[in-house]
């Protein structure tokens, strides 16, 4: 059962507005998805990431914070083609600089949702949001007592977001953050980072994602005559792990595709390569966690990046 401990921001569910076709069969989302309650069936749970404050400890531009409200307003129209239930779980909001606490706010929201049977669904926010999700993820996996969990984590991703934490905990450092708290646990740390930009991350970077054994793929290998190949590695990946926690970067996208996120990319790989590898991880059945950071509808054009994000929930949401 989802508790009540976790303080969110008061559920809104005006977002959820838009055209109602008379034929039989022909709902949207907005006609479907459901304010989450107590003892609810067990179903797809969006939960929102409000803040702002990782990409401006990042020095990054700001306006993620309304991210999530962007996504439910691009998700509302969009066809309904699933058979389990889909529920809005409402928001948590970093007020001010206080991003450890909501992190942790979202972590225990997180394990709340899994422990009821969610398939929880973060919108970002910036991508500090990902050491709140894994937190929740690993909270929920390893009661006291039980072996340690092997959790993937697959990035899609311009950035390794593996800044050293020591100086300031950011949206260019959580999964560093991990990589620590994976360590002091004595887990082991697996980290696919797919789309990665050469000219975005320093050689510091690079040699440090080689020290902790990621897989890598830059932006550049994503052609479609590699794309078999990125699939097997993706595969490996996979199969070696126990659960999969997705995270996604609407940076990866070029910024024809994704304007409005913090730092838009000169070329990026096109969500038409990437969605078959969504599928791919979706479709393995270890898929517990997945979000999407860096939505900023201020930098936005004609909706793309929002319409971009919520193309990625719905395709995550679909049921084979």
């Known amino acids: 059962m989802v508790s009540n401990t976790t303080p969110l921001t008061s559920l809104d569910m005006s977002p959820w507005t838009g055209r109602i076709d008379p034929e039989a069969n ?55 083609h699933r058979h389990a239930p889909a529920y809005d779980a409402g928001n948590i909001r970093c007020e001010d600089d206080a991003l450890e606490s909501a992190q942790q706010q979202l972590a225990d929201r997180v394990a709340e949702l899994l422990e009821a049977g969610h398939l929880p669904i973060v919108m970002g926010g910036g991508h500090e949001v990902a050491f709140g999700s894994w937190s ?23 950035h390794f977001d593996l800044r050293d934490p020591s100086h300031v905990h950011s949206s260019g450092t959580p999964f560093a953050q991990i990589a620590h708290e994976c360590a002091q646990r004595h887990w082991p740390f697996k980290y696919a980072c797919l789309g990665v930009s050469r000219a975005a991350n320093t050689q510091a970077l690079f040699n440090r994602a080689a020290q902790l054994d990621v897989l890598v793929r830059e932006d550049r290998d994503f052609q479609p005559e590699q794309m078999s190949d990125i699939r097997r590695d993706l595969k490996s990946f996979i199969d070696a792990c126990d659960h999969l926690y997705l995270t996604l970067d609407l940076d990866v996208l070029p910024a024809a ?30 898929l517990r966690l997945a979000d999407i950071a860096e939505l900023n509808p201020q930098h936005d054009i004609d909706n793309r990046t929002a319409r971009a994000a919520a193309r990625v929930i719905f395709q995550l949401a679909l049921e084979r």
Request: aromatic content about 4%; hydrophobic content about 40%; proline content about 9%.
């Open 26 to 80: 022909s709902e949207r989302w907005h006609q479907k998805i459901q304010p989450l309650t107590e003892a609810a069936p067990s179903g797809c749970a969006l939960l929102g990431f409000e803040s702002d404050a990782g990409v401006a400890r990042n020095k990054g531009r700001t306006g993620a914070v309304q991210g999530p409200a962007a996504m439910r307003q691009a998700l509302a129209p969009l066809a309904w």
């Open 257 to 286: 595709e994704a304007p409005g996120v913090s730092a838009p990319a000169a070329r990026g790989v096109s969500l038409s390569l990437i969605e078959p590898l969504i599928d791919l991880i979706r479709d393995s059945g270890k």
């Open 136 to 158: 929740g993820l690993a909270q929920y996996l390893h009661p006291q007592g039980e072996p340690a969990p092997h959790i993937g984590i697959i990035n899609f991703d311009a």
